[in-house]
């Protein structure tokens, strides 16, 4: 019987804990308090946004949304940054993405501060990744950091697992791939350049799909005989508005031993990253 890992219960079981952290920092006179600057008017971030914005207001933390405007100019963009990020009492910052085009090389990790970096994008936070600072003394990246969450709370073992991610990104494929690493993981890191990609999935134990295709992973990529565990990071929207993602679940949902769904699976969990990596930068400030 194939099992879906769902989200609910992992958030369920920490928000008290996550709670009680806000209220001994408020009871010393700190209200952790995220910063978020979204450009333009994407629909899908301003529904990311506000659901970041729900969620730490949930717990008692305070959240802005900062609105700038899609054509702003590249310089007026890193001037903005600068000064909004300076405001004291911001413990967390983040820079929404993707960004407009004129925006879009800018190495948005390297204009924040560090010690505000919630999204774990500064050079800095992801250098003590790549170090591997099993302290945690550092934001890590927020959907590597939901995923490894999500493996553990159901236990799902990672030390000397065959690891296939699918994806390359700076925000999910390269720090999870130190991350897995760190926590002994035999990890192979697929993009769209990798010569026979079936390969390295039919040999993995878990499989990690976060290239933005619209259910890419099928059976033909799987091994049954290995009880794999499937990972969607994938976001994406029919036409209808239904949502659904990388992995073709049903497709695949009968050939494996687990499985994310899409709502509902890692995404929540992205959020819960965010506000543990919000709540460590305020009590550093404590
Ligand atoms: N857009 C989609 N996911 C993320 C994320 O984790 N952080 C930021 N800043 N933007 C995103």
């Given at each position: 019987?194939?099992?879906v ?10 928000h ?6 806000v209220?001994?920092l408020k009871?010393?006179g700190?209200t ?9 008017d ?10 970041k914005?729900k969620?730490?207001e ?16 590249e ?14 009492g911001?413990?967390?910052?983040l820079i929404?993405l ?5 925006l879009?090389?800018l ?20 250098g003590?990744?790549?170090k ?5 003394n ?6 590597p950091?939901?995923?490894v969450?999500l493996l ?5 073992p ?29 990890v ?5 350049k ?7 999935t039919?040999?993995a ?5 976060a290239?933005?295709s ?12 290995k ?9 994406n ?8 993602g990388?992995?073709?679940?049903e497709?695949?949902k ?11 699976g ?21």
């Amino acid at each position: 019987m194939t099992r879906v890992l769902y989200a609910r219960p992992i958030k369920e079981s920490l928000h008290l804990n996550l709670k009680s952290t806000v209220q001994k920092l408020k009871s010393n006179g700190v209200t952790p308090w995220l910063r978020v600057a979204l450009v333009g008017d994407d629909p899908a971030s301003q529904i990311y946004t506000k659901n970041k914005k729900k969620f730490i207001e949930g717990l008692g933390g305070k959240c802005d949304i900062v609105h700038i405007e899609e054509d702003i100019t590249e310089q007026s963009f890193k001037a903005k940054i600068k000064s909004l990020s300076s405001e004291k009492g911001v413990h967390g910052f983040l820079i929404q993405l993707p960004l407009p085009k004129q925006l879009s090389h800018l190495d948005v990790g390297n204009l924040i501060p560090p010690s505000l970096d919630v999204d774990g994008l500064n050079s800095l936070n992801m250098g003590e990744l790549l170090k591997g600072d099993m302290k945690g003394n550092f934001s890590c990246a927020c959907t590597p950091k939901g995923i490894v969450t999500l493996l553990d709370y159901y236990d799902i073992p990672i030390s000397g697992k065959n690891i296939c991610i699918i994806g390359r990104s700076l925000i999910v494929g390269k720090p999870l791939s130190a991350l897995l690493t760190n926590r002994s993981g035999t990890v192979t890191l697929c993009h769209s350049k990798t010569e026979n990609l079936q390969y390295h999935t039919s040999n993995a134990d878990i499989i990690i799909v976060a290239i933005g295709s619209p259910k890419f992973l099928k059976t033909h990529h799987l091994n049954p005989s290995k009880n794999q565990t499937i990972i969607d990071v994938g976001i994406n929207k029919s036409k209808e508005g239904k949502l659904f993602g990388d992995v073709d679940f049903e497709n695949v949902k009968e050939s494996v031993a687990a499985i994310t769904p899409v709502p509902g699976g890692v995404g929540p969990l992205t959020i819960l990253s965010l506000a543990q990596n919000l709540l460590q930068a305020a009590e550093k400030t404590l």
